[in-house]
């Protein structure tokens, strides 16, 4: 009874709208007629199988689409008031972006009124429902596994591809009258598509019902594809698009950073707990050593070296003073260990505590491994952070913002209190005194200013930090020089602070790090050049090897360089025999001659094997040096003759 009242009154409103319309009798006539002729077949119809629900009507299952009369069909709406229509036989293409390449379909039917209901969203579901109402209208299929990946690249950062321009300006209807309408998924290349074309782009509502269906029956709407094909072309697209996306230097990984940091924390606490778990373990047997031996790992390495207190003596004074690297401490341990309170312990317990105190000292070893190993990857990847705050600092920094880039977008205020947000939203809250630092309070300048200048100094470095930590996510060679200046600028203006001494400018210390940078950047590439230079003479040899199918060349040169070295050697020794037979005069001269008539049968073989150049000009020097050294002993065996006579 509600609806037909509805209904009645809906048509009564517009027939008294016409009624009023200033428009020729004839004209007002026939459109009286036509309207009253379909809301008789609206209320015929309302009467079956509608209610009047929530203010609007409810659409029909499809069913009941059998029992409507075209003139409904055609003017079925739920804006009856008002006059606007919403037909259900909608001109629209949907563009749908697939791995293998692009389609656009053709939408026939839309229930835009119904579309949420769950009968409609069912019938999505069905191949034979949704292709009844959408159908493939071109595809263009991606030549290369690269065009692909150069297509989906531009899809994700909003840019309208060639490949796609040319595809939509070909198969999409152009008619004068009336504008096409194209529904796209993402609403960022609809805008693109807005921008480049003069269609009607649509984004959301029926657009998203459509292309789920789509995505759910592509390799069914498109002839000759598979679903394995279509889900291979999924999974290679997928795994190119994210190893382009993840574009990073390998060089200068600041994901390393974040994780070393993470595991000196770490090892940190581990190292002090487990120092804390040998202190007290040990103190059974010797608690006199926790107050000489006051750090964890010396503490660890003594109870290491020392085990059964009782087996100290003299001798064991050189190696306690290698570890606690003191004479009287050494001599303390040895007192104490023979007036000690401490219990006896069980050999089996000793040899326990000694494997826990080797874990502790292999831990507390790994540790200063590992914090070499941060300061490199910090020369490397943030060369100038480090030189102004220090690797740990700048390396927590780096941590806490997530990577070097996000660091650099950072603006100093950000900065000055990254690490401190609790209590800067706790100050906020209670409207106390708000942070002046947080992690930066770990570096040098904050401890050495005085108290009333720690704020101006923590904003003042805050700065500086942002400024290294662009310089190095931005630039191409890193250097330290800009470091080196920013820290000289912080400490200029320490100095200032304490003593009024006014600091240089920026601008004349930038310039100066500029002329240095480009110098230091130059001879860098240059050393680069180099090393690339001599590896692709490496490579080239080794390619003209292959060619020549000599794989021996490479032993050959080896065998070469080995027989230089065996001439080098030689010839020290016989400068050293020279050097030896010199001093020793004339009274070493019959050893002399074995010594010559040995080298002699020598240097004949070793030229026979090598048959150098080289060796031929030293025996020539070795016989010319000969020759004089005969009648130089003739004389003095003369002379001692004499003196025996």
């Known amino acids: ?15 008294t709208d016409i009624s009023l319309s200033p428009v020729a009798p004839q004209v007002a006539a026939s459109r009286a007629s036509r309207v009253s002729r ?3 077949d609206i209320a015929v119809f309302g009467s079956r199988h509608s209610s009047l629900k929530n203010g609007g009507l409810q659409s029909l299952p499809r069913g009941a689409a059998a029992e409507r009369s ?12 008002n006059g606007t229509r919403l037909p259900l036989q909608v001109l629209l293409h949907v563009l749908f972006e697939h791995a293998a390449g692009y389609a656009l379909f053709a939408v026939k039917e839309v229930e835009e009124i119904g579309m949420l209901l769950p009968q409609v969203e069912e019938s999505v579901l069905s191949i034979g429902k949704f292709n009844s109402m959408v159908s493939l209208a071109a595809f263009f299929p991606f030549k290369s596994a690269q065009g692909a990946l150069e297509n989906i690249n531009a899809i994700s950062e909003g840019v309208v591809h060639a490949d796609l321009k040319l595809f939509l300006e070909t198969n999409l209807p152009h008619s004068a009258k009336k504008k096409a309408a194209l529904g796209v998924s993402d609403a960022k290349i609809g805008a693109a598509l807005q921008e480049e074309f003069s269609f009607s782009i649509q984004t ?13 029956h592509f390799h069914s709407l498109v002839k000759g594809l598979t679903g394995l094909a279509a889900s ?5 697209l997928g795994h190119s698009y994210s190893r382009a996306k993840v574009k990073f230097n390998v060089n200068r990984a600041d994901n390393m950073i974040i994780q070393s940091i993470a595991l000196l924390d770490q090892l940190d606490k581990d190292i002090n707990t487990f120092s804390m778990r040998v202190r007290e373990w040990y103190g059974y047997h010797f608690p006199e050593l926790i107050k000489i031996v006051s750090e964890n790992s010396m503490y660890c390495r003594m109870a290491q070296l020392i085990g059964n207190r009782k087996e100290l003596s003299e001798e064991s004074l050189p190696g306690l003073e290698e570890v606690v690297m003191d ?3 050494a001599q303390a341990i040895l007192d104490a260990s023979r007036s000690s309170m401490g219990m006896d312990i069980s050999p089996i317990d000793l040899i326990n505590i000694e494997r826990f105190s080797n874990r502790v000292v292999s831990l507390a070893a790994y540790r200063l491994e590992l914090q070499e190993y941060l300061r490199s990857k910090m020369s490397q990847v943030a060369p100038n952070l480090a030189a ?13 913002a997530g990577s070097l880039t996000n660091l650099a977008k950072y603006p100093a205020s950000t900065v000055q209190i990254l690490g401190a947000e609790k209590a800067l939203f706790r100050a906020l809250k209670t409207r106390g005194n708000t942070p002046k630092y947080g992690l930066i309070f770990h570096s040098t300048f904050i401890g050495r200013a005085a108290a009333k200048n720690k704020g101006r100094i923590s904003r003042y470095l805050a700065n500086k930090c942002t400024i290294a930590s662009r310089i190095d996510c931005f630039s191409e060679v890193p250097t330290s020089v800009f470091g080196d200046k920013l820290r000289g600028q912080v400490e200029e203006r320490l100095s200032f ?14 310039q100066e790090a500029v002329k240095e940078a480009t110098d230091v950047a130059a001879e860098i590439k240059r050393k680069l050049d180099k090393k690339e230079k001599k590896r692709r003479k490496r490579e080239k040899k080794s390619q003209e090897l292959d060619a020549n199918g000599d794989p021996n060349g490479e032993v050959e040169v080896e065998n070469g360089e080995a027989d230089a070295t065996v001439v080098k050697k030689k010839k020290k020794q016989a400068t050293e025999e020279m050097e030896v037979e010199a001093e020793n005069g004339a009274e070493d001269a019959p050893t002399k001659k074995k010594k010559k008539r040995k080298s002699e049968v020598e240097e004949p073989a070793a030229a026979e094997e090598t048959e150098t150049p080289t060796k031929k000009k030293k025996k020539q020097k070795t016989e010319a040096e000969e020759t004089p050294e005969t009648p130089v002993s003739e004389k003095k065996k003369k002379k001692k003759k004499e003196s025996a006579d």
């Not at 003139?71 to 739920?78: D, G, I, M, P």
């Open 497 to 510: 602070y304490e003593t009024g001494d006014l600091p240089r400018k920026n601008v004349d210390v930038m």
């Open 38 to 40: 379909g809301y008789a």
């Open 204 to 216: 959301g509502g029926v657009v998203a019902e459509i292309i789920r269906g789509v995505r759910l």
């Open 388 to 400: 102004l705050i220090g690797e740990v600092v700048g390396a927590r920094l780096i941590s806490h």
């Open 232 to 236: 291979k072309a999924q999974l290679g």
């Open 327 to 329: 004479s009287t401490k």
């Open 1 to 15: 009874m509600v609806g037909d009242l509805a209904l009645s009154v809906l048509s009564v409103q517009c027939l």
């Open 70 to 81: 075209p003139s409904c069909e055609r003017r079925f709406t739920n804006h009856a008031c």
